[in-house]
């Protein structure tokens, strides 16, 4: 819940001057209100729209919601579902998440589901257990046709907005972990394109990128700075080329 008519001009300024897309790909997921501006700013420069969430709903009496036709509408491509926020403030299930996907599917757009665990479930050995059942939820609920079309994101609740990031080697562990728990359930796990999403910056993206199990990142505060972003960018870029 950040940005500005004035704000974003500036930030979809610095993207739309530089866009990182010649070797990897990029979205841009603002708020509802400024989804129109944000596909105005990125016009033609290779940077795809997303939204960071949807109704579980096709349309209707459901006033206050965003249907998935609504966002294919004003151009999106891509949608989160399930963030740790949505999860932990809101309450979202694993069965809602499962039904918003559906209904993203459904549509047309791209799925970025997340998972992950709190500090507390960490610190109690619990990581893989939660973690687990998250992606179980997916793999129970959704046909494995599905598992093209979704990308997953390993967000780790307590490295999120906190300055605290998984080590590398944590982050790969669990990605393995989701890759298994993934193939377990019937998806080729090894084929579903598996995010790291927590306190990503331009410092250490090279390091996360340069893991085998981490295609990319959902990156959070440091995509409010044009120059941030691009950098991380760049590093997955790097990293996609081989240098």
């Known amino acids: 819940m950040n940005g500005s008519l004035a704000g974003n001009a500036q930030l979809l300024l610095g993207l739309a001057e530089n866009p990182p897309v010649d070797a990897v790909d990029v979205a841009v997921c603002p708020p509802f209100v400024y989804l129109g501006q944000a596909a ?40 989160i579902v399930g963030h740790s926020e949505r999860r932990g403030y ?11 996907l559906r209904v993203a599917l459904a549509a047309g757009l791209r799925p970025i589901v997340c998972v992950g665990e709190t500090l507390a479930q960490r610190e109690s050995g619990l990581a893989e257990q939660v973690v687990g059942a998250q992606v179980d939820a997916l793999t ?13 994101a390993y967000e780790p609740v307590w490295a999120i907005g906190t300055g605290r990031t998984a080590t590398p080697e944590q982050a790969q562990e669990m990605h393995v972990f989701i890759r298994q728990r993934l193939s377990a359930g019937g998806w080729l796990g090894e084929e579903v394109r598996v995010l790291y999403g927590g306190s990503v910056t331009a410092d250490n993206a090279s390091l ?3 893991k ?12 409010l700075v044009a120059g941030n972003f691009l950098a991380i960018c760049a590093a997955a870029a790097r990293v996609s080329s081989g240098i």
Do not use: H
């Not at 809101?90 to 998440?97: C, H, Q, R, W």
């Open 40 to 79: 105005s700013g990125l016009d033609g420069c290779g940077i795809v729209l997303g939204a960071q969430n949807l109704a579980a709903f096709a349309g209707g009496a459901y006033t206050g919601e965003i249907s998935a036709s609504m966002l294919r509408d004003l151009g999106c491509e891509w949608v």
């Open 212 to 223: 085998p199990d981490i295609d990319g990142a959902l990156v959070g505060g440091a995509s």
């Open 90 to 100: 809101f309450g979202e299930s694993d069965a809602l998440v499962v039904e918003k």
């Open 140 to 152: 129970q609920g959704l046909p494995d046709a599905d598992a093209k079309s979704i990308v997953l």
């Open 208 to 210: 996360l990128f340069g």
